[in-house]
């Protein structure tokens, strides 16, 4: 992972001559909502909604940067030892970080039955696909870093997919956590959804809050979300623009923390909390 300084040198170099279209709609006149560091600018489209680091990042160098293990990020990405996985398996991850309780409860809240078909889009080390098939679903991981997607695979008995088109039309539910923010386009993912998902299937993501609601009550917090990893910061009013773009009918955004009796009216919250959720069918 770059450090600061070279990220910073990397910024400055592009940053005059950086290009400031939406990345995902493309729309060329987008507003700067706030600089930081001088070489970097937080900007908004006014077409779909999203909010974007400049400069941006092109899909190849972002792509080469998670498959070869440069991105780290804690407990996200860091491999436990067999001793430390055997205590959070025993668990259930309970205590931790990665416990994925409220999770599975927004799926099951949703109306996604038990056996239902998930792709976990950005699965890790698989710390999320172990507790969603202990949870009774049938769970397939998908992670670009290899030794991530090989731990998942021979510590956890995750089901990793090497290439999604073999799960074409198959899918119940397309799961991503904390994912889409890391994209350079995130229209990528919906895409990926819509040619995965059956009739009917259902879209879950979360990923940081980019509603002006949390902004307001947080301000230092809600901006440090956008930053070296995460090019970008989604709002309630983007996701549901792209989902609605990519063909799905039914569509709710929330933010943390959700009750069921939230989920299950599909009404949407308040919109101010630190993560944000969309359930799309």
């Known amino acids: 992972m770059k450090s600061r300084l070279e990220y910073l040198l990397w910024a400055l170099s592009r940053s005059v001559q950086s290009d400031k279209s939406c990345p995902a709609c493309k729309t060329a006149d987008t507003r700067l909502i706030r600089r930081k560091y001088l070489a970097t600018a937080l900007r908004e489209c006014p ?66 039955p038990r056996g239902a078909r998930i792709l976990d889009f950005g699965s890790s080390w698989g710390y999320g696909s172990w507790q969603m098939r202990e949870a009774g679903f049938e769970v397939f991981s998908y ?44 229209y990528a993912m919906f ?38 990893v995460h090019p970008l910061l989604l709002t309630p009013e983007f996701m549901l623009k792209a989902a609605k773009t990519h063909g799905f009918n039914e569509g709710s955004a929330f933010s943390t923390p959700v009750t069921a009796q939230e989920i299950r009216d599909m009404k949407g919250n308040s919109l101010d909390g630190d993560d944000l959720l969309l359930i799309a069918r």
């Open 143 to 186: 992670e670009l870093g290899r030794n991530r997607d090989w731990y998942a695979k021979a510590k956890l008995g995750c089901k990793g997919v090497p290439d999604l088109r073999d799960l074409d039309g198959t899918i119940d539910c397309f799961f991503s956590a904390h994912v889409i923010e890391h994209l350079p386009d995130p």
């Open 191 to 228: 895409e990926e959804a819509v040619r995965l998902l059956r009739p009917g299937g259902m879209f879950v993501c979360f990923c940081p809050n980019g509603a002006k609601q949390r902004e307001l009550r947080d301000p230092k917090g809600y901006h440090a979300n956008w930053n070296m």
């Open 47 to 112: 077409q779909c909604g999203l909010r974007f680091r400049t400069p941006k990042d092109d899909k190849k160098s972002a792509e080469e940067f998670y498959r070869e293990e440069v991105y780290k990020q804690g407990f996200t990405t860091d491999l436990p030892s067999d001793s430390e996985l055997q205590a959070m398996l025993a668990t259930r991850f309970a205590g931790t970080e990665k416990d994925f309780t409220t999770r599975i409860d927004a799926l099951v809240a949703a109306g996604l």
